[in-house]
């Protein structure tokens, strides 16, 4: 039976942690510890955190609560709670998305029949306060992304990032062994992972269930108000220096590096504000990518479900 450990990373999440939390209290499969890595949250988070601890069926020593002192971003975090973790496979979560009650039962179940997966992910489903919506990942057409080999789905990741990284079910030992995620990238740790891994012949594996409620509004990685999270897009930026850039083709390197200069330009003109403007001037700017209208009719040739 796989002892589990459950990584919850928080940053002023006291709106959304308690109902996390209860998700990962009700689940079915009931190996597994719970570490919550918390970045320094100015808000009520911790109080919140204190109270469950308190009321939660979960046994104390099976909860651990990693506090910073200051604000280091989610890599930094994720890895402290990656040194301490005693389960042989890894689920981290945010603490603004939700587990369904058999997410841990049926990854587990899946990776006893294939014992070569160092990495499963599963489906998503979209929400927000308002409910439910009609929305979930990956697409339909990225699924068929994981009947490709390692080098494939790796070539693929390159051009675009379509692995709904809060499904991911990962074995310990493999983190380990690859030195857990890169912390010269403060703010995204799936995407250098996920290029990492199947550059190293790796390949993401995928399971056909619904496993994890992903929220959809204002967070560090998508924005309604600035055109960008400055911190988050530097992030971005690195992944491409570090992971994308010198394995890229001459006219994939042009669609990168315009993509920064639309964004760098508009985020100086509007002040980084997202309004009518700002969305019409990058619309305008973006008509002379080739390769994102090459992809936009590819698309719609092909009826993508996003």
């Not at 109902?19 to 009700?26: D, F, G, I, M, Q």
């Not at 496979?89 to 009650?101: N, P, T």
Request: with cysteine; hydrophobic share 40%.
């Amino acid at each position: 039976m796989y002892y589990i450990s459950i990584i919850i990373c928080s940053y002023n999440s006291e709106k959304t942690i308690l109902e996390t939390l209860k998700s990962v209290e009700a689940q079915t499969y009931k190996n597994f510890e719970v570490i919550i890595v918390d970045d320094a949250s100015n808000d009520n988070t911790l109080k919140i955190i204190k109270e469950w601890q308190n009321k939660t069926s979960i046994l104390s020593e099976n909860i651990m609560v990693i506090s910073a002192l200051s604000n280091e971003g989610i890599v930094k975090n994720i890895n402290k709670g990656l040194i301490r973790a005693k389960g042989e496979w890894i689920k981290i979560i945010a603490a603004d998305d939700i587990l369904l009650k058999n997410c841990l039962n049926d990854n587990v179940e899946w990776i006893k029949k294939n014992k070569d997966i160092l990495v499963l992910t599963s489906i998503a489903q979209y929400f927000s306060d308002k409910g439910i919506l009609n929305k979930v990942s990956p697409s339909k057409r990225d699924i068929k992304k994981f009947n490709y080999n390692a080098k494939e789905q790796y070539n693929e990741l390159l051009k675009k990032f379509y692995i709904c990284s809060v499904t991911s079910f990962i074995k310990k030992e493999f983190l380990k062994k690859i030195d857990f995620f890169d912390e010269r990238i403060p703010m995204i740790e799936d995407y250098p992972f996920f290029l990492k891994v199947t550059k190293l012949g790796i390949p993401i594996y995928y399971m056909p269930k619904k496993t994890v409620k992903y929220r959809v509004g204002e967070s560090v990685s998508n924005t309604q108000i600035n055109i960008r999270n400055l911190k988050f897009y530097n992030s971005q930026k690195l992944v491409y220096k570090y992971y994308i850039e010198q394995n890229i083709s001459f006219f994939l390197k042009m669609h990168y590096r315009y993509e920064f200069f639309i964004y760098d330009l508009s985020i100086k003109i509007f002040n980084n504000r997202l309004n009518i403007p700002s969305r019409a001037f990058m619309c305008f700017l973006k008509s002379f990518d080739l390769y994102y209208l090459k992809k936009k009719l590819k698309n719609w040739i092909l009826k993508d479900e996003k």
